[in-house]
C-alpha cells in the first residue's frame, strides 16, 4: 500500500464494470485488500455479457472522461490505442446532424477514444490486475448488506455464490461500495435497514436500439471518422451512429426515441435506416458488410437517485456511477460521468490526514454531494433534449420550456457560430460547466437568432478542415 492513509483492512465493490474497476483501482492503495462482486463470470477477453445489456451498442469516452481516466492509469490511452482503439478529434473526425443542422467542423485538441465497451473494459481491467492485488469474485450475487449491532455502520455483505451448488456466505468489509449500475437494489437494502429510501427522479423517453457491426470501408472514401444523425424535435424521433472501433470496423447504430423502436430483422432494419431525416446514414452503410447479427436494447428513462439529499446514511458505504444517476444513452456521457465521479473519490481519499484510520463521519454525505455535482451536467443536458419531445414523461422543472428553446438556438447556432459550437462541445465533455452557455456572448447570439438574424442553414454535411482550429473562446467560463 503506497497510500497516505490506511483506512482499513477490507474494501468490497458491486460491480465489475468501468465504475467498479476504476473505483477498486483507487481503493487498493487505501485498504489492505479489496475484491470486485460480479454476477457475471469475466474472462481476459473482450466479450459482452450479460450484465452489461447495453455493451453491444455505441460508446464513447469524452474529454473530462479521458483525462479522469488517465490520472487514475497513467498511460492508460496510449496502451489503449496501440491495442486498436481509434483516437480522433471530435470537433473535425465527427460528422454531426443535430438540432437540425450539420455542426461547425474544425481542428481542436478536443480528442475522444471510439472503441467497443467490452474492449475497453477487458483494458481496464487488465490494468487493474497489473497495477494493484485486487481479487475479483466473479460468478457472485449480493443479496444485502450486512449491518452492525448498533445500526450505524455497513460491514460487509451476504453473498450468494452462483456456481457449486449456490451456496451463500458472508464477506466482512470496512467500506461497500455499490457501483452496480442502473438497477442497484440499494434503496431496497437501505429500506430493509431502517434507512429512508432516496427520492427519485425519472425522465421517461423510452428509446429502443438496434446495433450490428460493420467492416469499415478504406478511409479516403469519405471525409469523416464518426457520423451522429439526430431526429430533430418534435417529429423526428429516429438517429443513427457510426463509430470506429477496433478491428478496423464499424458498430452501426439505428435508435428511435419515444417506443419507435428500430426492428431487429435485416429488412426491416434497412428500411428503418431510410427514413432518418437525412439521408447520409443510409448512403454509407447501404454497400458496407455487415459482420454480426442485429442486437437489441431497451432504455426507459433518465433516472436521478438523490442520495445527496438523505439526511442519514450509514457509515462504510458509497454509491457511484448509473447507481445513482443514469442518462439516456444517445448522448454518450454516461462512462465519462463514472470516471469523474471516481475520479473525485480519489481526490477525497488523498485528502485525508495521513493519520486517518477510518473514513470521516460525514464521507459519505460529502462524496454524495460530489457525486452529484458531477451528474447536474449530464443530466440538465440529457434531459433539456428529450424534453423537446412533447411526449416525454416526467416532471417538468419550472422553466424548462424557456431552457429548451434556448437551447434550440444554442444547437442551431453551432453550424455557423465556432465560438459557441466550442462552448457547446467543452460541456458535452465535461471540460466546462452548463455556465459557459450562457456566456453573455452565447447569449446575444441566441437573442439574434431568436430575432431571426441566424444564418440560414443548410441540408449539406460539412467537410473536414484543416489549419482553422477552435483554438480560443472570450474567457475560461
Not at 297 to 305: A, L, Q
Request: proline letters at 6%.
Amino acid at each position: 500500500m503506497n497510500s497516505q492513509a490506511g483506512l482499513g483492512s477490507h474494501a468490497v465493490v458491486i460491480g465489475g464494470s468501468l465504475a467498479g474497476l476504476l473505483s477498486a483501482r483507487v481503493l487498493s492503495d487505501y485498504y489492505d485488500k479489496v475484491t470486485i462482486i460480479e454476477r457475471d463470470q469475466i474472462g481476459d477477453a473482450p466479450e459482452p455479457r450479460h450484465g452489461v445489456p447495453q455493451g453491444r451498442h455505441v460508446h464513447v469516452i469524452f474529454g473530462g472522461g479521458a483525462n479522469a481516466i488517465e490520472s487514475l492509469l497513467p498511460g492508460f490511452f496510449d496502451e489503449l490505442v496501440a491495442a486498436g482503439s481509434v483516437p480522433l478529434d471530435f470537433a473535425n473526425d465527427l460528422a454531426w446532424y443535430h438540432g437540425g443542422v450539420w455542426k461547425l467542423r474544425s481542428e481542436s485538441e478536443l480528442i475522444s477514444y471510439w472503441q467497443s465497451r467490452p474492449f475497453l473494459e477487458a483494458h481496464i481491467r487488465r490494468r487493474v490486475k497489473q497495477d494493484t492485488d485486487v481479487e475479483f469474485a466473479h460468478g457472485t450475487e449480493v443479496l444485502q448488506l450486512v449491518q452492525s449491532a448498533d445500526k450505524q455502520r455497513i460491514t460487509g455483505v451476504q453473498v450468494k455464490h452462483l456456481a457449486n451448488g449456490g451456496g451463500t456466505s458472508t464477506i466482512d468489509a470496512d467500506l461497500v461500495v455499490d457501483a452496480s449500475g442502473r438497477n442497484s437494489p440499494l434503496p431496497r437494502w437501505l429500506e430493509q435497514l431502517g434507512y429512508q429510501k432516496p427520492e427519485e427522479t425519472n425522465v421517461d423517453i423510452n428509446i429502443g436500439y438496434s446495433s450490428r457491426i460493420y467492416e469499415r470501408p478504406p478511409d479516403d472514401s469519405r471525409d469523416w471518422q464518426i457520423m451522429g444523425l439526430y431526429g430533430t424535435p418534435p417529429h423526428q424521433k429516429r438517429t443513427g451512429y457510426i463509430f470506429p472501433i477496433e478491428g478496423q470496423r464499424w458498430l452501426v447504430t439505428a435508435v428511435g426515441f419515444l417506443k419507435d423502436y428500430p426492428p431487429d430483422d435485416e429488412e426491416a432494419w434497412l428500411e428503418f435506416a431510410q427514413t432518418f431525416e437525412l439521408p447520409d446514414f443510409y448512403e454509407a452503410i447501404e454497400d458496407v458488410k455487415p459482420v454480426t447479427e442485429l442486437s437489441a436494447f431497451r432504455f426507459p428513462s433518465n433516472r436521478w437517485r438523490r442520495y445527496d439529499r438523505l439526511t442519514s446514511f450509514p457509515r462504510g458505504l458509497l454509491v457511484l456511477g448509473d447507481a445513482v444517476c443514469s442518462f439516456n444513452p444517445v448522448y454518450g456521457q454516461g462512462m465519462s460521468a463514472c470516471a469523474l465521479q471516481v475520479k473525485a473519490l480519489a481526490d477525497m481519499l488523498a485528502g485525508l490526514p495521513r493519520e486517518a484510520k477510518d473514513l470521516p463521519t460525514d464521507f459519505a454525505k460529502r462524496f454524495a454531494r460530489q457525486a452529484a455535482k458531477i451528474s447536474a451536467t449530464p443530466w440538465l443536458l440529457a434531459t433539456t433534449s428529450d424534453f423537446m419531445y412533447p411526449e416525454t414523461g416526467g416532471h417538468r422543472p419550472f422553466g424548462t420550456n424557456l431552457l429548451t428553446a434556448y437551447i434550440r438556438h444554442v444547437f442551431r447556432l453551432c453550424a455557423s457560430d465556432k465560438e459557441v459550437c466550442l462552448r457547446f462541445y467543452h460541456v458535452l465533455h465535461f471540460i466546462k460547466g452548463p455556465a459557459a452557455l450562457f456566456h453573455p456572448y452565447v447569449m446575444f447570439q441566441v437573442l439574434k437568432s431568436a430575432l431571426g438574424f441566424c444564418p440560414q442553414r443548410s441540408s449539406k454535411r460539412p467537410r473536414k478542415v484543416t489549419g482553422t482550429k477552435f483554438d480560443k473562446t472570450r474567457d475560461a467560463g
